[in-house]
């Protein structure tokens, strides 16, 4: 992709290291002011940070256009499903036509066949998102429900480690 943005991207990790591996990419980190501010020092130091523009957004209220690619790293769990609708529309609205949005997320499994420590922690963090944000882990599905319902559809979800999944989106 020619430009890469890392929506709620807080200090930088995820863009910045996209950004090292395709030196030919440029980066665009979106966040709350408070937030841009406090990595500004750090993309001030790494060199792939000269190649990333630092942009101050509500993405509730709007998403930049000007990206080929829109990630959103475990940012919507923490949102009730009409305010991650809400978000991905913007995201749909900045996107152009041939985009891609990848949501990379805890993806509950459909069924809890048996005790696992490492599930039981994400799904304690599940009650935890539900209890404080009203947000929540999705599953595929709701996943799948939450793109088409703002103007994507689901074009895969592959395993990003033993905790994340990435659910990549194109416009529908």
Same mark, same amino acid.
């Given at each position: 992709?020619?430009?890469?943005?890392?929506?709620?991207?807080?200090?930088?990790?995820?863009?910045?290291?996209?950004?090292?591996?395709?030196?030919?990419?440029?980066? +665009?980190?979106? $966040?709350?002011?408070?937030? #841009?501010?406090?990595?500004?020092?750090?993309?001030?130091?790494? %060199? @792939?940070? *000269? =190649?990333?523009?630092?942009?101050?957004?509500?993405?509730?209220?709007?998403?930049?256009?000007?990206?080929?690619?829109?990630?959103?790293?475990?940012?919507?769990?923490?949102?009730?499903?009409?305010?991650?609708?809400?978000?991905?529309?913007?995201?749909?609205?900045? +996107?152009?036509? $041939?985009?891609?949005?990848? #949501?990379?997320?805890?993806?509950?499994?459909?069924?809890?066949? %048996? @005790?696992? *420590? =490492?599930?039981?922690?994400?799904?304690?963090?599940?009650?935890?998102?539900?209890?404080?944000?009203?947000?929540?882990?999705?599953?595929?599905?709701?996943?799948?429900?939450?793109?088409?319902?703002?103007?994507?559809?689901?074009?895969?979800?592959?395993?990003?480690?033993?905790?994340?999944?990435?659910?990549?989106?194109?416009?529908?």
């Amino acid at each position: 992709a020619g430009v890469v943005a890392g929506l709620g991207g807080g200090g930088g990790s995820l863009i910045l290291a996209v950004l090292e591996q395709d030196p030919q990419a440029r980066g +665009m980190l979106v $966040d709350l002011e408070a937030s #841009v501010e406090a990595a500004r020092p750090r993309f001030a130091e790494e %060199r @792939a940070g *000269a =190649r990333c523009e630092l942009v101050v957004a509500d993405l509730m209220e709007r998403v930049p256009a000007g990206a080929d690619v829109y990630m959103l790293k475990q940012v919507l769990h923490g949102r009730r499903d009409a305010e991650a609708i809400a978000m991905l529309r913007n995201c749909r609205a900045a +996107m152009p036509e $041939d985009g891609t949005l990848l #949501v990379i997320e805890f993806i509950v499994p459909p069924v809890v066949a %048996r @005790a696992d *420590a =490492r599930l039981e922690m994400r799904l304690m963090s599940d009650i935890n998102m539900l209890a404080v944000t009203g947000g929540r882990e999705r599953s595929e599905a709701e996943w799948k429900a939450l793109l088409e319902a703002s103007g994507f559809r689901l074009a895969g979800v592959e395993a990003a480690g033993s905790e994340l999944g990435i659910v990549e989106a194109r416009p529908a």
